[in-house]
């Protein structure tokens, strides 16, 4: 008997959330050459970020620990691209 596969969320992981979060409010965006997140360096965009975060975590996972991990990313993220070279990004 054929069954239905379970649909899997479109966000696997709570980092993969964050990064859609913080890109969602304006605070993280991609760079077009390499696809790595680049901070926006925008203090609203952050806040707003983690007042989602707070307001509306994942499933299972507690206002604090959702905001901690919008944090977790924002700290490793920089506003360069690591790839940065003088001709692109």
Known sequence: MLMPKERRPVIRTLRGWA??????AGA?????VHGWAKD?????????????????????ISPDEAAAEVRDVLDSVGDTCPEYRDDDC
């Open 28 to 32: 993280i965006h991609e760079c077009e």
């Open 19 to 24: 990064v859609s979060m913080l890109q969602e």
């Open 40 to 60: 926006r360096a925008d203090p609203h965009a952050r806040e707003r970020a983690l007042d989602i975060a707070r307001r509306h975590p994942p499933d299972g």
